[in-house]
């Protein structure tokens, strides 16, 4: 479970202050898989950087009983100088995991190559999506949070996130950006849209996706 | 709450374990381990400025100001200063050197400085383990006290930590700020007490020395290794005092702005 108390996150731009999220107050629950919808600039990644705990909210409080993974998205997690293999080290040891069996695991799942004994930098997004992918998926998360990162790979690598992630919906929930409307209905089945600070939750994605088409016609 | 939370206090002490652990290694791997550099460099500086150092004066004086070996004089005016140097820098970069791994959630700011303490704390010895120990060979010091050299060592790298922790937080708020600070900073070389005794310092110059901790902890540091040096100019209390309250408001500066931190610039 993971409570959001009060919350309000905010930024000062240029002497204008815009909010992410205003005085939000909302649990989401265990056994649902929720997709995050809104318009771009709205502040859905930095959504999820507050529920990781990666970035503080301004003020209230955020209260995670679950194990939540790291977002998964393209700005990167990993140390450009280290290889992948070493990042995947990192990882292994920060959350206390079997090191050489999420080495062997990731190097199977992420489909690298030799690139995977290559420092990060020289890679391209789509493969740090996939490297980033392969580490989350190797550890049990109650929560993964996913960036839009399911949109990187070809059709195969693709296949293959839908069906190791088909295995973790029996014990894990996702909390997915996205906005493709078939990935969001493939993934999701509850869904909350963010728009002007404030978090709508409906237990139906579809409406979900409705209220966000209404809110695009609008404006 | 899932079970793995059960023995609080263990498992948070066993992750920090963990954490400190996983980024010592990667700054190992990073720092010291793929190219030529790394290492060598850390023994490399203080050796060249010695040297330098020691190739200049030996040509414009006779004597340095204390013993018979200007290399000696260089090298325990030098590492001394070094070892505040090479630390405040080396903290005051390690936030922004693993800025993408505080996208973790698991890892703090805090982590970060505290791996780059404790593995140049580790690099600091090494270094001048082997460097006394091969100055040893050259020109063998009467008698060491150890006291004062590891007094001083501690007072240099508590004040090194305190104010590279600082100026994590100052940089990253400001660029203006670290510019000056760069060039404010260099003349420090200059004026620690380095190539010079601050007994030789006419009049006023003197007391404004004196100001700088720098001095004091160079000055302690030499007693340790010239037997007859008094350096009665040390003043414990004012170096001692400086040190704690650095490394106190540097690591609070840090505690406070940590959500700031790990926002970008």
Redesign the interface.
Known sequence: MIRLDHVTKRFKLKGETRYIVRDVTFTIPRGNSIGLIGRNGAGKSTLLKLIAGTIKPTSGKILRHANISFPLGFSGSFNGSLTGEQNVRFVARIYGHDTDQLVDYVQDFAELGRSYYMPVKTYSSGMKARLAFGVSMGIDFDYYLVDEITAVGDTNFKKKCKKVFQEKLHKSDIIMVSHAVPTLREYCSAGIVLEDGVLTYFPDISDAVEMHANNMARR | ??Q?YSDPFSRAF??QF??T??LI??EM??RYG?KFGGYMWAVLDPVLTIGILTAIFSAIARTPPLGRSFTLFFATGYIAFYMYRSTSDQVSSAVDA?R????????RPYDAIIARVILQIATLFVVNAMLFGCLYLVVPFEKLRLEPIFLASTIAIALGVGVGAANIVWFHLSQTYAQIWGIVNRPAFLVSGIFFLPESVPHPFKEYLMWNPLVHVVGLFRSGFYPTYRAAYVEMSYIVGLAIFSLVFGLVLVWMM??KL??PK
């Not at chain 2, 993408?100 to 890892?107: C, D, E, R, S």
Request: no cysteine; net charge positive.
């Open positions: 709450m899932t793995r066993k992750r963990s954490i652990f996983a290694v990667r791997t990073t793929t693993n993408a791994l505080l996208n973790y959630p698991v890892v940590d959500a790990r926002e």
